[in-house]
């Protein structure tokens, strides 16, 4: 439920973040639609421990105080946010982690000669179609540019720390409101 309080500085950019992954997760879902097999209620990637930037925790604390303070957390396990039936309790607030799951992953990593490989992931349950090595560049969701805008506002936070918070960790309030 939202809480009324105004947003802070860094919510407005933080849903335009979360409007431009949509958009574009969206295109590579309709790309994509013959393979994935994600729907309500598969939860295969909704493990706990996933941690996410402050600006994203007060962003769920400002629009799911009620359930965080008087909800019940999933059972462990699982992530917190899961109901009993398997589907997200916060789903048009989740965190940008949550916005990218089961599409093809593809990103960089540069060994320590220089060297530049490229990576490519996706879940078990979508693998089924043309192999994610042979896919172009454009039909994958590239890690990177968009991590790198979340840190960039989670910088301009106030505090400054890069520091994550686990999702279970708001249903116990140990996750204090920054006033991002």
């Known amino acids: ?15 335009q973040l979360y ?5 574009e997760a969206g295109q590579l879902t309709r790309i994509h639609r013959s393979r994935l097999r994600c729907q309500r209620g598969c939860a295969a990637c909704c493990v706990d421990g996933i941690t996410v ?6 962003n769920i604390q400002r629009h799911h105080a009620d359930l965080l303070a008087g909800g019940t ?8 946010f899961l109901d009993a039936d398997g589907a997200c309790r916060i789903y048009a607030h989740r965190p940008y982690v ?10 960089t990593e540069e060994a320590p000669d220089g060297l530049v490989t490229e990576l490519r992931d996706i ?3 979508n693998d089924e179609g043309a192999p994610i090595e042979t896919l172009a560049t454009e039909a994958c969701w590239t890690l990177g540019p968009f ?11 106030g505090t400054g720390e890069m520091a ?17």
């Open 1 to 15: 439920m939202d809480t009324g309080l105004q947003p802070g500085p860094l919510l407005a950019p933080l849903d």
């Open 19 to 23: 409007g431009d992954v949509d958009r």
């Open 53 to 58: 930037f402050q600006v994203e925790a007060e």
């Open 73 to 80: 957390p999933h059972p462990a396990g699982a992530c917190a």
């Open 98 to 107: 949550c916005r990218t799951q089961g599409l093809p992953l593809r990103w």
């Open 123 to 125: 879940c078990p349950l």
């Open 147 to 157: 991590e790198g805008r979340l840190a960039q506002l989670q910088r301009g936070s």
């Open 164 to 180: 994550r918070v686990k999702l279970r960790d708001l249903f116990s309030g140990t996750a204090p409101v920054t006033g991002c």
